[in-house]
């Protein structure tokens, strides 16, 4: 067992959280968590079967149908959302080392984002302060009271990669909204979710409102389709994330979904190449790549092509590819087997079809154990190349030259994602205009950002519907009309 994990409560180890306790899973099936540094096993975690499902679901139900919290004021829920917050910073370093053991993310990175989970939870609590839950308006009649009130019970689903921040977003978000909710972990990645439970019931948020369970496919699927679930959030790739929509459409259920990406970073001709460079590259291939809204393609100007392909290259090349728990690993190892050779697999496909090999390759970047790939850059990439298309998800890098800026748009717009880019030029009113015609949910200017009061999300096939934000607090709030007759 890893130091994180023997940190860990006995609670958060081996139990779910449903109803305010902390309770055995139904079923007996587990799931081995396996170190993607060393490739050895070191931890098991209960998974739940339909059983745990329906208890979880009819916790969140009773909550919402009986409880207070729907009924509690926004100023209210803000209070123990800001206990909430408080329990959570104390945690934030072992929840960086979880995410370093548990799926083998680079430590440094993992510090880095992990007060981005906290921060949405105060966010969401000011918000909750603010927030005007409802207007009176004047009608024939008399007047409207226009209530925006929660949309019901919320399947929160999380991918294995960003856990922490990703559920710490949506839980916070459908708190502040007055939802209760029914939080699938993923397997690979069970303790924070369960850990934020940890949280909420030492803040005093009452039973039923949070409700955590570590489940795979089948379990998540069953999830989904309870009539009891109002709300389905959802973060992970598009193919899971359409048959959550059709399944959600079946009922007219509410969905937002956060999906897949292949973002573009465009280099205009009077960009300061050494501080885009700076500025950009922790985002080419953040966590070996597999982070939703990495800038994998860069579009040059073909007459600084070379320029800039050397630039770059000669700098991936100095990465310190190694252990994640080494404070200066820049890149470590892709999640499991199966991931390192799907990223292979796409690195053959680049070289089949005609892209130049710059650096990397599908070597084990000289690691005899642990699920490293080489931290690889093509150039001389077209759009037509599957590796300029799909999504990746490891630490591969494509250049695709441009002649004219309306030409670099194009190029980025032809692409079936639309969920992030960035721009980079001296002169930023030139960048902002360019940044406007991207057909992408977030765009940067001289860097990428991601922030609590900002919608992040994507068009085309990286997703419906925004988190983050008003428009994440609203993601969860449906409209109800009163009318009033009498004088306005
Ligand atoms: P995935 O779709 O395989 O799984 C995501 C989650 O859904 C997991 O918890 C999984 O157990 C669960 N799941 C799988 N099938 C299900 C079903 N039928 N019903 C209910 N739940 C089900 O994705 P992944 O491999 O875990 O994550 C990687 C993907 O997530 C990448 O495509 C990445 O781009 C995307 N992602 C997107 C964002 C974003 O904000 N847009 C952020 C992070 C990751």
């Known amino acids: 067992m890893s130091e994180s994990c023997s940190a860990l409560s006995s609670n958060v180890r081996h139990h779910f959280f449903i109803d305010g306790d902390w309770v055995s899973s139904h079923s007996d099936q587990r799931h081995t968590i396996v170190s993607p540094s060393t ?27 009986q409880g207070p919290w729907p009924r509690l004021s926004g100023t209210e829920r803000a209070t123990y959302l800001k206990r909430l917050t408080h329990e959570l910073r104390q945690r934030l370093p072992l929840l960086a080392q979880l995410w370093t053991d548990q799926v083998g993310a680079p430590i440094s990175f993992a510090q880095k984002l992990t007060p981005f989970g906290a921060s949405r939870f ?29 949309v019901g019970v919320a399947a929160l689903i999380a991918p294995w990669n960003a856990t922490f921040p990703i559920v710490s977003q949506k839980i916070a978000a459908a708190l502040a909204a007055g939802c209760t909710m029914v939080v699938k ?33 089948e379990a998540g ?37 956060e999906l897949g990406g292949k973002s573009a970073a465009i280099l205009l001709d009077d960009v300061d190449l050494p501080a885009a460079l700076a500025a950009l590259t922790p985002f080419t291939m953040p966590f070996s ?55 292979r697999g796409y690195i053959e496909r680049g070289i089949a079809e005609g892209a130049t090999l710059v650096t990397g390759g599908t070597g084990n970047a000289g ?15 077209t759009s037509t190349m599957t590796i300029a298309r799909e999504e990746i998800f490891g630490p591969v890098v494509s250049i695709l030259p441009y002649g004219s800026v309306d030409q670099a748009i194009e190029i980025a717009n032809d692409s079936d994602y639309g969920l992030s880019g960035s721009v980079y030029g001296r ?48 993601a969860y709030l449906e409209t109800q009309a009163v009318f009033v007759p009498g004088a306005a």
């Open 39 to 65: 490739e050895t096993p070191f931890m098991t975690v209960p998974l739940a079967d339909a059983t745990d499902v329906e208890r979880a679901v009819a916790a969140a139900r009773r909550a919402f149908d």
């Open 367 to 381: 690691f005899e154990r642990g699920f490293y790939v080489e931290p690889t850059v093509f150039s001389r990439v």
């Open 289 to 343: 790549g597999q982070i939703c809204f990495a800038q994998t393609r860069l579009l040059v100007p073909r007459h600084r092509h070379d320029e800039i392909v050397a630039t770059y290259a000669q700098i991936v090349a100095g990465m310190k590819v190694g252990d994640p728990h080494a404070p200066d690993t820049a890149i470590g190892p892709v999640l499991n087997a199966a991931q390192r050779e799907r990223v």
């Open 221 to 257: 699927a069953q999830l989904v389709q309870s009539r009891e679930i109002d709300k389905i959030s959802f973060t992970g790739s598009v193919a899971t994330g359409q048959w959550i929509q059709r399944a959600a459409t079946d009922r007219l259920a509410r969905a937002t979904l």
């Open 185 to 217: 972990s993923p397997p690979e990645c069970p303790f924070d979710a369960l850990i934020i439970a940890e949280c909420a019931a030492a803040a005093g948020i009452p039973p039923g409102v949070l409700n955590v369970i570590t489940a795979g496919r």
């Open 122 to 150: 105060e966010f969401f609590a000011s918000l909750a302060e603010q927030y005007e839950f409802e207007d009176w308006r004047s009608t024939q009649r008399g007047r409207a009271c226009v209530r925006r009130v929660p």
């Open 427 to 474: 002169d930023e009113e030139r960048a902002f205009e360019i940044a406007c015609r991207l057909r992408t949910g977030n765009v940067g200017i001289n860097g990428v950002e991601i922030a609590p009061n900002v919608p992040f999300g994507g068009m085309k096939r990286s997703g419906i519907g925004r988190e983050g934000g008003r428009e994440g607090l609203e």
